[in-house]
């Protein structure tokens, strides 16, 4: 069963404009965790917040958390091309031994 | 190339064949997981191995399913009498997970086709 929900389902912007996709999620967590997912490729990990943590950047990424409403977003600013991707939120939710809960994912399209 | 790797990238195989996949985790990971991806869904957890030992299995492994870490270092997923509802994205992923740090590095994946 998948923890997350994510939203919008799918996005489409213009490169340049800022991306912005959320996360609910249903349990308590240790930490939420954002991937990127090419088509038909691997994931890759773009940023970890721990459940202690509201705010944390990295690079063109901002993802903010809040557990009162059990609730993340992440945000891409100043998107390009490269950006296309499916994007996914995991939780490692406490007791679960660090194995992850994922959403069912973002597609996010960004026209040249 | 330091990464997780997985070996086939794609498979595809008659319903009631046997099939066997292979991981292998960034060195000295000790803590390796085996998750499903299905089309237009997120990955499902199927299990993971701290060291070689195998510490949890999901509900989704089903009989048919059989998952091995000798010695700790690479693991294999092995899936007997394949079906077509077997047909998915099987991911393998490692963390080191002494460290504190708990994001997991994620394989290409293997692409089954049951036919």
């Known amino acids: 069963s998948q923890q997350g929900e994510e939203d919008p389902q799918a996005l489409s912007i213009q490169e340049g404009e800022n991306a912005t996709m959320n996360c609910s999620y249903k349990?308590?967590?240790?930490?939420l965790q954002w991937y990127r997912q090419n088509s038909g490729r691997g994931l890759v990990h773009l940023i970890l917040?721990?459940?202690?943590?509201r705010e944390k950047h990295s690079g063109r990424l901002r993802v903010t958390l809040d557990t009162s409403k059990k609730s993340s977003s992440l945000l891409i600013t100043a998107s390009r091309a490269a950006d296309t991707a499916s994007y996914f939120c995991?939780?490692?939710?406490?007791?679960?031994?660090?194995?992850?809960?994922f959403g069912k994912g973002i597609t996010l399209s960004v026209r040249p | 190339d330091t990464g997780v790797s997985q070996d086939p990238r794609h498979k595809i195989t008659k319903r009631g064949q046997n099939v066997t996949f292979r991981c292998d985790p960034i060195?000295?990971?000790?803590?390796l997981y085996w998750y499903r991806q299905t089309l237009g869904q997120g990955p499902e957890f199927l299990t993971y191995f701290q060291n070689e030992a195998q510490l949890e299995k999901s509900r989704l492994l089903s009989d048919r399913f059989s998952a091995e870490r000798p010695k700790g270092s690479f693991s294999t997923l092995e899936i007997q009498r394949t079906e077509q509802g077997d047909s998915a994205m099987y991911l393998c992923?490692?963390?080191?997970?002494?460290?504190?740090?708990?994001?997991?590095?994620f394989g290409p994946g293997t692409r089954l086709t049951v036919t």
């Open positions: 917040i721990r459940s202690n943590e």
């Open positions: 995991a939780t490692d939710a406490i007791g679960a031994n660090s194995k992850l809960t």
């Open positions: 349990t308590s967590i240790n930490n």
């Open positions: 992923a490692s963390t080191p997970f002494l460290s504190g740090s708990y994001e997991q590095y």
């Open positions: 060195s000295e990971h000790n803590r």
